[in-house]
């Protein structure tokens, strides 16, 4: 929902108390014809009168456009609401599972390394138990940094401490490490913007990066942030195969995290547009700089 949209109802109120004014004037205007005399001055009364029931018709026809206008904004707060609670549980989902599929089962395992120590060391057999030990150890490590990569990807610290710019640079550095072919080159503002347009901009990031990781088959990634004092803008693009943006539905655009890009900006009061070709795929996000919650509190403070 924009921010235009949210101020309609303070809108409506005044095209209610502009009616109002309207049916005054007519009312003073026929006023003044009773206390006259003369066809002339009732001629001009009714053009007067036709006047002023023309704007009150043009008055009502558009507080009904507004009033439709507010039922769509709030149908599509609805809606946004409704596809982020799916997106919050499929995201939990996903969480449960990849804890259960990965650090859990392997914990398990050193559980029962365990087991095999105390048996070694009942046996007597100091060495296969000191061997045991250093397998579980190892496997405990291991599990540990996939327990704090999923933390991470939950809500970087990095985001906290140092913003977008830094959170890029650590996505950046992985992206290195585990798929050395591509190249992701990073440009642009530096600066802190509101921590909810970096947030949003963030996960639109990783979204973007994983599909190209899984999809795309490219070389290159840029990312590019501008900022000036009202807004902020990310841009990203890529050199890979592309998509077609008409026949996204069959993409299955929730798998590709489309709908999530989607709502994740227009709960900040931002826009994302697509443009894919066989050439690559760009991705642009504009949001205000502040965060919404604050402009929120300062409309209330004034």
């Known amino acids: 929902m924009s921010r235009n949209s949210i101020s309609r109802p303070q809108q409506a109120l005044r095209f209610v108390a502009g009616a109002a004014a309207v049916g005054g004037f007519g009312a003073l205007v026929r006023g003044r014809a009773t206390s006259s005399s003369g066809n002339q001055v009732a001629k001009d009364s009714q053009a007067f009168d036709h006047e002023a029931a023309d704007l009150q018709r043009a008055h009502d026809d558009e507080l009904t456009s507004l009033r439709l206008e507010i039922a769509e904004a709030e149908t599509e707060r609805q809606r946004v609401i409704w596809r982020m609670n799916r997106a919050v549980e499929e995201e939990r989902r996903r ?3 990849e804890l259960h599929r990965r650090p859990l089962q392997e914990l398990a395992g050193v559980g029962y390394q365990l087991e095999r120590v105390s048996m070694a060391l009942g046996r007597g057999d100091h060495n296969a138990a000191g061997e045991i030990i250093d397998e579980a150890a190892a496997n405990l490590m291991q599990q540990l940094e996939s327990i704090r990569m999923i933390m991470t990807n939950l809500r970087p610290p990095i985001l906290d401490e140092h913003g977008l ?3 890029l640079e650590g996505i950046k550095a992985r992206l290195h490490r585990d798929h050395p072919d591509l190249e992701l080159q990073l440009a642009g503002h530096r600066n802190r913007l509101g921590a909810e347009t970096e947030t949003a901009f ?5 979204e973007c990066l994983d599909n190209v990781v ?7 990634i840029s990312i590019t942030i501008d900022a000036d004092d009202e807004a902020a803008q990310l841009r990203i693009e890529d050199n890979g195969s592309g998509f077609d943006i008409e026949t996204i539905s069959s993409l299955d655009p929730v798998q590709l995290g489309i709908v999530s890009m989607q709502d994740r900006m227009a709960m900040i009061d931002g826009t994302i547009e697509f443009a894919s070709s066989d050439a690559g795929t ?3 996000c504009r949001a205000p700089r502040a965060d919404l919650s604050a402009v929120f509190q300062n409309e209330l403070e004034t």
């Open 165 to 167: 710019a830094g959170s």
């Open 95 to 97: 969480l449960a599972s």
């Open 214 to 220: 899984r999809h795309a088959d490219a070389t290159t």
């Open 282 to 284: 760009v991705v642009l």
């Open 202 to 206: 963030y996960r639109v990031a990783q």
